[in-house]
Each structure stands twice: as C-alpha cells, then as structure tokens.
C-alpha cells in the first residue's frame, strides 16, 4: 500500500501547508461574493458567436456524394488528404452508414 | 395570493454537478472551479486552504463544465454547455478581476431526440475540436482554427445509438474519441474512431473492444506517455488500448466520479455509491502498462465529482451529502482509513420533503428538510439569523454573572467557565470528553457573588468581588495578592484586562489598580459626585492588553464619561438625556473604527464614534447603531441531523411536539442489498428517534400527515405506502395507517388496505382524503360499536393517470398528475361526491402543486419550470368554466418536489411586507426559495426595474436572462410572464453607484426609494 500512496503531486509546496481544520461537526461557512457582471465583454467578438451549420446532414450527405462522384478519379486520388491513410476509400466508410432518416 | 408572483432564492444550490483544477485565474495560481447547478464558484489554493473568490450565476443549468488550455495561452480558459443548449468559452481577465466571454454559442438542433443519459461535453487534449453527444445518433462538432478561435459547429451521424460515455483519446495524431455504447442486446462495447474535421465525418478508429463488463458505465482516457483508455464496470475495470488489455476484478460497485491524480495518468481516484474511495494505479514498465492495482482508502460523502487538489489535498463534490475537503494520509488511522475529512461544505440536495415549523415559538418559520439520500441522508433545520450550536448544557438557576477564562494567558481557547450566582460562584470546564462539569479554583472566592473575572497577564486570574480583588495563578489556582476594599465600602461595579483593574465603590469612588506578576499595586484614585452604575476598560489602542481610556457610566446625571488611564483625569463627558441610566458601557472597535457603546435600562443601544487620531480623545457623533457591516455572517443558519438513511417524508405534531418521517435504510452488508423501510417518531427539540414503526418488505412510506378526525379530540399520524413489487409496474396494494403518539410511542390505531401506493394524504373536512393511484378516495372515521375506529370509504374520483400531488382548500381539491398537468375536483356534501370542476389540458409532468389563492394554483413540473393556473368562474360556456387557465409561466431551472405555505423570516404584520402571502419550495439541487405574492403596483413597478437591471446586469458567457426565465419543455418556449426574478432584482443592492444611478435614470425614482423597495422585499426571506 505504502508503493501506492505517497508521492501525491504537488503544484505549490505551499498550498493547505497552514490549512487549519474546522471542527467537523461545524461545516465550512465560506460563502464568496456573487459576481454580477456589468462590463461589455460578457459578449463574444463577433465571429466568435457561434452557430451551427445550416445545412442538414442528410443534404450535406447527398451533396457529398455528388461531389464525390462527379470528381475525375484521379483529382479524387490527389485530394485524399493524409487523415484518411490512403488506405480505405471514403465511400466505404460512410456507405456503411446508412443516413438517419 | 395573486397572480403576480415574485421568485427569490433563500438559499441557493449546494449540490455539486461539477468541479474541475486548473489555472483559471492565473498562470501561477490553482483554481478550483466547481458547479453547482446554475452557478459556478471560483477558489483559489492557498497555504490556508480552499480561498472562495467568487460565486458566478450561470443563466442555465450547467450540462458540463470542462477547463481547457489552448496552444499559447498562459492560463485556462473554462468552457460551459447548459442544458437548454447554449455554450461559453470564459476568461479571467486578472487586470480587470472579471470573467469575459471568449465565444459563445447555441448548439441545437431542431430535430433530434435528447439523449436520455444526459448530455456530454469534451474537448480534445490537443484543442482541435470541442465535442458534444446531445442528441441520439449525433456527435456535434466545434473545431478551433489554429489560432484557437472557435469555428462553425456541424453534426457528424453517430451511429450507437444508447451512448454511455464518449472521451478523446490522448496522443493520437488525429482527433479520437472512444464511444462507450450499449447495442439491443443489452451488451456493452467501445469503439473508437478519428474525426475527419474537412470531410466532416468519422474515420473508423485504430481499434476496438466488445463485450465489456454489464455495468461498464465511464470511461477514464489516460494521457501520455501510456495513452489508452480505462473502463470502469462495476465488476470489472479493464485498461485498453490498441497494443494492451488489463483487467482487474472489483467488489461491486458502481463508480460516480473519478478524478486524476498524477499528470502521467497512473493513479486515479475513483468514489463509489457507497461514498468508498478507492486509489486506481496503472502499473507500467516504461510506457507499457503492466496491469492494475485498487485499494480502498476510506470513506467519504457519496461523490458526483473528485478533484484532485494539491500536496495530497482532494475536493469532493456530493449530490447526496455534504462536500467535503479531504486529505489522503500515508499511513491509516485506528479504523484503517486513509481519508480525513477536513473541511465540509453544507449541501441540503436533494431536499426531497420539508415542513415549516416554529419550534421555539416565536412566530418565525424553521424549515426542517428532508435532505441527502442513501448513507448520508439527513434532515436539516434551516433557520433566518446567527446560529449558536448547543455544545454542551447545564441547568442553572439565578446566574447573575457569567466569564470565561484560559487556563495559560497563551492557550487559544477558553477553559473555564465562571458562574456567579447571588450568594455563591461556581466554576466549569470542559473536561477531554468535551462534556462541561463542574470543577474548583482554590484562589477563587466561591461564597459570593462575582462582580467581575478576568485573565491577567502572567497566567493569572482576576475575581473582582463585593469586598475584594483576588489575583490567582492559573496554574497553581492559588491566591496569588489581594486588595481590599476600604471598610465600610463595598465594590459595587468593576472591570478589568490583562493588566489592569477598575473599581467603584459606594459613594462615587473610582479606584484603578494594576496587575503585576503575582502584585495588584493601586495606583489612582477619584472621586466623583455620583454613584458610578457601570465600567469599561477595554483596550481599543495599539496595545491589546493595556488601555489608556476608561468609560464610567453614572447614575443621578445620567451621563458616560471618559477618563484617561492612567491618571485618572475626565476626558469628556456625554449627558444622555431622559431618565433611563446607563447599564452597560464598552470600548470597542469595529473595522479600525472605535466605538463607545453603551446600553441603557430601557434596552436602548446608543453608540458614540471615538476620535482617537488627535490624542485628545473626544465624542465626535452620536447615532443609532447599525452593525451592518457585521452582516456577512451567512443569512440562513443550518443545523444537521444525520440520520444515516434516507428520510423521504416528514410531518410535524404540534400536540405531542414530535416529527415523524418515513425513511428507509440500505443494508449493505447482505451481498443482497435489502432495504428496509420505517416510520419513525423523533422528538422536536433533540430530534432523537424515540418510537419506530417498521413497515412490510418491499412496503415504501409514500405520504404521511397530522390530522384529527370529526367527533375525535385525538391528533393522529396518517401514514400512506405502497408495496413495490419488483414484477409490477404500478404498485397494486397500499395500506393507510393510522397512529397515535402515546407515551413518546407510535401506536397503531387503525390501518386500511388500498389498491395503490398511497401517494398523498390531507385532511379534509374532518375526513381523510388520499390519493391512491389514479383514483382520487376519501375514507369517514368511523367509531365501531367495540369503541375502535376504522376508515371507511366514502367517496372517490377516478380519472388521471397517477395523482400524486393534492392539496385541498375548503372543499376544493387540487390535484397535480403524472402526466396531465393539474386538475380542480369540488367534493359535494349532499352527494356525498367528488367532481372535476376543471382542468388545465396542458401535459405537464408534475412535480409539486399549492394552492395560492380560492382561483390560482401554482405548478411545478419536470422540465424546471414553474406556472400558475386560474380558475375560470365566470366563463360563458361550460367549455370555459372547465379549463383553468395558464395565467403565469415561468423557468425556474429547478427541480423543486414540495411546495408549503410559510415564511422563513419573522413575519410583523404592521409592515409592508408582512401582509404578502408567501410560498417556500425545496428543490433537488438543495436550493430553499421564496415565491411571493405582489400587489398589482408593486409587481409593475418590479418588473420594470427587472427589465431595466437585464439592461445592466449581463449574463456571464453572454446568456440571457430573458431567454434563461422563458418557459420551455419540447413542445414550446414562451416568454416567461407574471413571474419576476428575485435573484436579478436584489443584485440591485449589489450594484456600484453609477449603475444605480443609472438605473434610476430610467425608472424615474430616486435611488434611495430603489434601494428601499428593494431592501422591503429581501426582507422576505
């Protein structure tokens, strides 16, 4: 037990080093200051609001099996990008998966 | 009541959802961020421990809450999805000391089904994407670019449908996340894949693994160097990854947080629904995992979230008990445990029943909840005002005089307490079992009365009596010097400090003596015109233990003087005016600002401000006193039973001064695990158990209720169960018991088998009325020829799905189902029927119904809202007459299960505010709140400064107050109307004076008349 217990990490050698503890039987009563912002920076820089795609996932599913099919083979090839490995197509993957009706 | 309700907290969320450790507020500094609820608090690490620094109200209920560092950023950023959809990336600005919003946004989608595990929030370790499980079958997307900024979120199709758990992956060069799932066997897998941010789709992943244990429920992904993923089950707990398979078996259990140790990922602390905490250790060579260790460390409060803090130091965070702050110990103490539990942080969630009660008779409501669920249930006496804790009681009669007194001038506490009565003075102390007994000094003198005591410098004890000053050393306890009052004098008032000693005798003679070590030396004596009714020589200067200032009230010309120290001479001299003396008088400084205070016979306080900067020491202002600086000591005083089970209802009886509460017990030490339910009785002021009544097995106590029969003087206790079966879907059998409480007994009088649980019961016209099932019963009293009584049926009302909510009102009985909202039944004499009168034909599941007025009731229902319904008399039509109205909506953002009449402040009928009707609600999260009643003026008047507030108070993260309050549930969203936000409009008081005045501005009222109006209502709880 004593190889598994000890050791503990440490961010600050200092921190609860003069912790005092509080009778058990009384709970802690530290209560802190309720914020209530009023400055203006409670809103986001404008692109940074967020928002969904607008386009369903069945189309955008639709629309890029189109695409996948219109491309000549060999600009298909070219655009396979590293994260698919090369190894396993697109279509196969996702023919697997049939869309959510 | 009205229809224009005012909604306030009285005591705000304590259950803890969440808690993460990171650096929040600064590179150098340790946070612990935790959330609970709607609100997130902020604490700083520090060498004294857990540093609150603030308490942030989220306008939501917070879903997840994760900290997160993106590349080049110095400190953490904290992101928060809500429930209802919405999400905050949040800064702290340290220049400035305020939380920014770095983005923010909505999330939903307009088709989807909400999962039914809850919602789930993660952020790759690599800050590539945000992920979100929201919906079944939908893994929603937030990517960052590469300057961290949040980019247009997107839906992947997720194809497990029963979703479990969902982490990332560390260490993979593409996004991974591993998706613990659950196919239409019942079976349990993990299956990983990659995200595919261009293509917006899933890659197969690297690898997975089927058929996991049962209960596999979390999923703890291990960072570097050894990657990998941990599942915890509830038999097992398997280490995987695509190179390594480890499993360990475990005592079953099941597993409710875990927080990470070590940074490398090898020791993982894990809580269990027992409240047992157990250190998880992934063995390794190297980077090769070698298998797993688990070892119990103890037990705490049954966890919903473990935070690793630092120097051996974890936070634990309980929805069922109280939070506590623990320390990991390396060597076990006498119960073999590892745990101490140093600090505990108050939590009354979930507060499943409550009653109002005025246990000391003083016209001011208690609220005794029943709180906390499994081992650490409990019931809680919530109270307005400063709490004193009994520690320890004696019972004395005539004390004229009580001092407490150290036994060494530099122990930090008290040991002694001296009693002094009119003829004798006894001494107490609290002996090593904490127990106060009865103990002597031999210095003391204990025939008399004792006019004055204090501890001396030089571990020494002053008695000041009517005929001396003792001086006794407090370790010896003997008579070290005494002095003597000249004779034919007797000591009539006195006081002294550390150092120093001040006497009047009979006849306005002042004498000052000072402590030596084992001397009392006199060294000044006045004269003064008059007899002298009260002292004071605290010090208020530099020197804590000698004052140059003493404070001398006076009969006759009914002033206080003051007059310096040592040489006696008067300083200045106040006449108070009319005829009441002086009591009392004391120096004092509150703040670094020094005070005269003193006390008059008619109970008058008078204080008067101290110049001591000059040196020549004057009154400057006299004004009423006003302690409010004092106030931060917290509002609503609690006081904890632990009962070690679960109490689920409770009722008071005024008559025999008793509570009684059903409640039911696991027993864990069967493998088994075997409830056992109970009906207790419990004494109102000890709140010892004093009678149990156990019911059947599988039998639940369901209601319970004090009430008298027609034709009986007799008070009873109701109590309504159910038999849970485990093969019936509904509960088919129930019994209604009927006890009496004699000699401190519960004694069974009368008991009546029904077809259903017994879900409420009330007293109704000197009958009981219960709602059993669908069926709405009301059962006669009935005296049988042998003198016993029986129930007996008399009437019922079929028709909702389960009625589990009544309340009545003279012959109107309010009814809150299931499923179908609320409905009003109108009991007939003549006919000795039930009818409904009318219904609201929404389908709202409820939770909790009052009735407010003779026309409005008030629902609460499971989507955390709250509305008001009115009755329509005057309708033209049938139709009309049968349909109550939605006249008020509102979102709480909480789960409240009881709603009861009652105030929780003392309640002066001659104010504005003593004449509103009010409302307490207890809800899951622990949260004690107030709904009031408004005037028609007043709510106008509020609900323009609410509106005007929205204007200047901003939602943290950028949330709306106005969207966060409108009424929502998956059929609709409607702003919400004739509800107010308490909350927003008594920050007011919070506001810095150009806010207000800016608020002012636009109300058209002087801030002080704001300030006013606003001060009245958080005067209602």
């Not at chain 1, 503890?21 to 967020?50: A, E, L």
């Not at chain 2, 904890?640 to 409770?650: C, D, K, Q, V």
Request: charged share 20%.
């Amino acid at each position: 037990m004593g190889s598994l217990l000890g050791h503990w990490p440490s961010f600050d050698p200092h921190n609860f080093s003069q912790l005092r503890p509080s009778d058990p039987s009384n709970p802690s009563k530290m209560t802190p200051v309720t914020y209530h912002p009023t400055h203006d920076r409670t809103i986001p820089p404008p692109n940074q609001v967020i928002s969904s795609e607008a386009k369903n996932i069945l189309l955008r599913h639709f629309y890029q099996r189109a695409e996948d099919k219109l491309r000549p083979k060999r600009a298909a090839s070219e655009l396979l990008t590293p994260e698919h490995g090369g190894k396993h197509p697109r279509a196969s993957a996702s023919a697997s998966k049939a869309p959510p009706c | 009541m009205s229809i224009w309700n005012y909604v306030v907290t009285a005591h705000k969320p304590t259950n803890v959802t969440h808690s993460c450790v990171g650096n929040f507020t600064g590179p150098q500094e340790l946070n612990l961020i935790i959330a609970k609820c709607t609100r997130i608090e902020i604490h700083l690490l520090t060498p004294q421990g857990l540093q609150p620094m603030l308490d942030v109200p989220i306008y939501g209920r917070i879903a997840t809450l994760e900290l997160f560092r993106p590349h080049g950023e110095a400190q953490d950023l904290l992101f928060i999805a809500t429930e209802r959809y919405k999400f905050c990336v949040l800064q702290w600005d340290p220049e400035a000391a305020e939380v920014i919003t770095r983005a923010m946004g909505d999330v939903s989608d307009r088709i989807g089904r909400p999962t039914d595990n809850g919602q789930i929030g993660i952020i790759d370790p690599d800050c590539r994407l945000i992920g979100l499980h929201l919906y079944d079958g939908l893994f929603k997307v937030i990517p960052f670019d590469n300057k961290g900024q949040l980019k247009e979120a997107f839906n992947i199709r997720l194809e497990e449908l029963q979703v479990l758990d969902i982490k990332f992956l560390y260490g993979c060069p593409r996004p991974t996340i591993i998706v613990l799932y659950q196919d239409n066997k019942d079976a349990r897998h993990v299956k990983t894949y990659e995200v595919a941010l261009k293509d917006k789709d899933f890659v197969e992943g690297p690898w997975s693994q089927n058929n996991l244990d049962n209960g596999a429920d979390l999923l703890i992904p291990v960072p570097p160097p050894l990657c990998g993923v941990l599942i915890i089950g509830e038999e097992t707990i398997v280490y995987c990854s695509a190179s390594a398979f480890k499993a360990i078996p475990i005592r079953p259990s099941i597993t409710r947080a875990y927080g990470r140790v070590d940074a490398d990922g090898s020791r993982y602390l894990l809580g269990d629904h027992a409240g047992l905490l157990h250190l998880l250790v992934i063995t390794h060579e190297k980077e090769k995992v070698t298998g797993l260790k688990i070892e119990l460390l103890g037990e705490t409060s049954i966890a919903s979230t473990i935070s690793y803090l630092d120097n051996a130091f974890v936070y634990v965070g309980s929805s069922y008990g109280d939070s506590q702050l623990i320390k990991l110990n390396l060597h076990p103490d006498a119960k073999g445990s590892y745990v101490e539990v140093l600090e505990r942080y108050v939590n009354l969630g979930p507060i499943v029943d409550f009653c109002v009660v005025d246990l000391e008779r003083q016209g001011q409501g208690q609220v005794v909840t029943c709180s906390g669920a499994y081992k650490d249930g409990s019931l809680r006496i919530v109270r307005n005002g400063i709490g004193i804790n009994e520690q320890a009681s004696v019972e004395l009669q005539g004390i004229k005089g009580m001092w407490s007194l150290r036994a060494a001038t530099d122990d930090p506490y008290d040991t002694f307490l001296v009693v002094s009565f009119i003829s004798e003075t006894r001494i107490l102390a609290m002996n090593l079992e904490d127990e106060l007994e009865e103990t002597e000094i031999e210095g003391f003198c204990s025939q008399v009365q004792t006019l004055f005591c204090h501890d001396a410098m030089y571990n020494q004890l002053v008695q000041v009596t009517s005929s001396s000053v003792r001086l006794i050393s407090s370790t010896s306890r003997e008579l070290q010097n005494e002095w003597n009052a000249p004779s034919g004098y007797s000591i009539n008032v006195a006081t002294a400090n550390a150092t120093q000693v001040l006497l009047a005798t009979g006849g306005g003679h002042l004498v000052y003596l000072e402590i030596g070590d084992g001397i009392l030396t006199e060294v000044k004596h006045a004269q003064l015109e008059y007899e002298v009714s009260c002292l004071d020589m605290n010090p208020i200067g530099e020197n804590p233990n000698y004052s140059q200032l003493a404070a001398v009230g006076m009969w006759t010309d009914i002033s206080v003087r003051l007059f310096s120290i040592p040489d006696m001479n008067l300083v200045t001299k106040e006449n108070l005016g009319g005829e009441i003396i002086p009591r009392s008088v004391l120096l004092c400084s509150f703040e670094g600002i020094s005070y005269l205070l003193c006390a008059l016979g008619d109970g008058h306080l008078l204080n008067f401000l101290l110049n001591m900067s000059t040196g020549d020491l004057a009154i400057a202002k006299e004004g009423e006193l006003t302690i409010g600086t004092i106030d931060d000591i917290q509002k609503l005083h609690i006081r904890s039973i632990p009962l070690g089970e679960h109490a689920r209802r409770i009722c008071h009886q005024e008559q025999t001064r008793t509570f009684a509460i059903c409640s039911l017990k696991y027993n864990q030490s069967n493998s088994e695990e075997a409830e056992m339910h109970f009906i207790r009785l419990l004494d109102d002021q000890t709140f010892d158990f004093i009678s149990t009544y156990p019911l059947d097995q599988y039998e639940y106590g369901c209601s319970i209720l004090s009430c008298s029969f027609s034709d009986d003087f007799n008070v009873y206790y109701c109590v309504g169960t159910a038999y849970v079966m485990p093969e019936e879907n509904e509960p088919s059998k129930g019994r209604i018991l009927v006890f009496l409480v004699e000699d401190q007994k519960l004694q069974l009088i009368a008991e009546k088998e029904t077809k259903g649980a017994v879900y409420s019961l009330n007293a109704f016209n000197g009958k009981l009325l219960a709602a059993i099932n669908q069926k709405i019963q009301l059962y006669k009293w009935m005296l049988r020829d042998d003198g016993t009584h029986e129930l007996q049926s008399e009437c019922g009302h079929h028709g909702h799905i389960l009625a589990l909510y009544v309340q009545t009102r003279g012959d109107f009985i309010v009814v809150g189902d299931l499923m179908k909202s609320i409905s009003l039944l109108i009991y007939k004499h003549e006919e000795g029927a039930i009818e409904e009168r009318a219904r609201d034909y929404n389908a709202n599941w409820m939770s909790a119904v009052e009735i407010l007025d003779d026309d409005i009731y008030l629902g609460a229902e499971n989507n955390f809202n709250l509305f008001t319904v009115r009755k329509n008399s005057d309708g033209a039509t049938d139709e009309e007459r049968g349909r109550l109205e939605v006249v008020g909506e509102y979102h709480l953002g909480e789960f409240i299960n009881r709603f009861r009449h009652g105030s929780l402040v003392m309640r002066l009928l001659d104010s504005d505010v003593g004449q509103i009707p009010t409302v307490i609600f207890g809800t899951v999260n622990g949260v004690i709140g107030v709904i009031a009643s408004l005037p028609n003026e007043q709510y106008l008047f509020f609900e323009k400064l609410q509106s005007n507030l929205r204007k200047v108070i901003k939602g943290v993260g950028g949330l709306s107050h106005e969207q966060w309050r409108s009424f929502y549930n998956e059929k609709k969203t409607v702003d919400a109307k004739n509800f107010l936000d308490g909350d927003l409009i008594e920050s007011f008081l919070d506001l810095g004076r150009i806010r207000m005045e800016e608020i002012s501005k636009a109300m058209g009222a002087s801030v002080e008349e704001l300030m006013k109006r606003v001060e009245e209502l958080t005067r209602l709880h």
